[in-house]
């Protein structure tokens, strides 16, 4: 069966923040997701720890490639091996707040059919 949602992530030089936007996706109560990231070649650990999440959740799948210099080519191929039936952009820097996809999955039940379902986002600006 496929999941509800797909979670792109493009990952590279993330190594400070990619654990805690694999956790804050891993600690949903809602649990029916798959997380597709999709690494370019990185200067630091980027690729070993998501390849550590990977190893630990079979709902953590993962693909490589060449720095391009901008997510669109990761998050395109993301898409075209999603499985979802909704799809979810994050970066490998962000964070999602603990009960959104249950508040998300709960908006969509009650009014399905829309095109897009908009979400709030906080930005925290080191």
Same mark, same amino acid.
């Given at each position: 069966?496929?999941?509800?949602?797909?979670? &792109?992530?493009?990952?590279?030089?993330? @190594?400070?923040? +990619? =654990?805690?936007?694999?956790?804050?996706?891993?600690?949903?109560?809602? #649990?029916?997701? @798959?997380?597709?990231? !999709? +690494?370019? %070649?990185? #200067?630091? =650990?980027? @690729? #070993?720890? +998501?390849?550590?999440?990977?190893?630990?959740?079979?709902?953590?799948?993962?693909?490589? !490639?060449?720095?391009?210099?901008?997510?669109?080519? *990761?998050?395109?191929? !993301?898409? %075209? *091996?999603?499985?979802?039936?909704?799809? &979810?952009?994050?970066? $490998?820097?962000? *964070? &999602?707040?603990? $009960?959104?996809?249950?508040?998300?999955?709960?908006?969509? #039940?009650?009014?399905?059919?829309?095109?897009?379902?908009?979400?709030? &986002?906080?930005?925290?600006?080191?």
């Amino acid at each position: 069966m496929s999941p509800f949602f797909s979670i &792109i992530i493009p990952c590279c030089d993330v @190594e400070p923040y +990619v =654990r805690e936007c694999f956790d804050s996706v891993l600690n949903q109560p809602f #649990a029916d997701w @798959e997380i597709i990231v !999709g +690494v370019e %070649t990185s #200067a630091d =650990r980027t @690729e #070993a720890i +998501v390849r550590e999440y990977a190893a630990k959740d079979a709902r953590v799948r993962m693909f490589t !490639g060449p720095r391009s210099g901008g997510c669109s080519a *990761t998050r395109n191929k !993301g898409v %075209t *091996t999603a499985q979802g039936e909704y799809v &979810i952009f994050l970066d $490998g820097d962000d *964070t &999602i707040a603990e $009960g959104s996809l249950q508040r998300l999955h709960d908006k969509i #039940a009650a009014r399905p059919g829309a095109d897009l379902y908009p979400c709030a &986002i906080r930005v925290n600006d080191e």
